[in-house]
């Protein structure tokens, strides 16, 4: 393969994908022909096209949207979903949950003030879950590995209450062991418990008018983990980058990239107008 197909090949990726995914692309491309330069196919590898990265980031939401799909989310707990019979066919739905549960409220008001991942949602038991109160209240999360981050979540304090309103439901029920899942338990399938909150919180999104951005972004469960580091940067006293994200399991690159990105000056007024105080100085 030469320079000038591999640039063809880009242009043709570009009509389709977006930067990131078309650099995925020539990084399999470079693997098989460095594999063929060892075992003599090629003379060596061909000069390969850079690629500008653009990223765009995901749509976090503001805390009056916020309070909108969650107060949505819980007025919706219980309704069935009107179109039924689609439910299955479309998204492989069965009966069974063709009604809202209480977990789309509970998981929006978690993933918010804990700073998890969408896919920790199927995987977090409660033997993840220490409730700690030393001072300060919050939970520890200590989930599975994710993306090579194994240390401990710490939340936020309304992380607690919603946690132990859970456990306080799931009781009488027999769904709270340490071996039981948080977020529909009954579920054993966790896949399909992913695609069961996943299609309700759309649903919310829908029904609240928030599915897109104002930039365009398509709103999911990913948005309540970006609005839960935003919203740290932005009302979080004194709070720094790296504890940041080395609590969000992340990198201080990421926060900067996809997520500090999106907070403006404006939002941040109170701080840009504040003034070091001076001796006998006033302000």
Known sequence: MTHEELLAFTQY?????????ISQYLVAVRKVLSLAVQNGHLEKLPDFPRIKIVTTPRGAFTPSEYWEIIRTARRM????????????????LRKAEHVMPPDIAWAIGFMVNSFIRPSDLKTL???????????????RLTLPETKKHNKPIVTLQPAVRIYEH???????????????????????????????????????LEISGLKTGPHGQSRTLYSLRHSAITFRLLYGQGIDLLTLARNARTSVEVINDH???????????????????????TS
């Open 125 to 139: 038991k409660h033997r993840h879950v220490e409730v700690v109160r030393n001072g300060n209240i919050y939970l």
């Open 13 to 21: 990726l570009s009509k389709s994908f977006s930067s990131i995914t």
């Open 77 to 92: 707990t219980g309704t069935r979903h009107p179109d039924t019979n689609n439910l299955r066919k479309h998204y492989k």
């Open 259 to 281: 997520y500090a990105s999106t907070v403006s000056g404006e939002q941040n007024i109170a701080l840009l107008q504040s003034r070091r105080s001076k001796a006998g100085i």
């Open 166 to 204: 859970m456990c306080k439901q799931r009781q009488p029920l027999g769904l709270s062991s340490k071996d039981d899942y948080l977020f529909l338990p009954q579920l054993r399938d966790r896949n399909y418990a992913h695609t069961v909150l996943s299609f309700y919180f759309n649903w919310v």
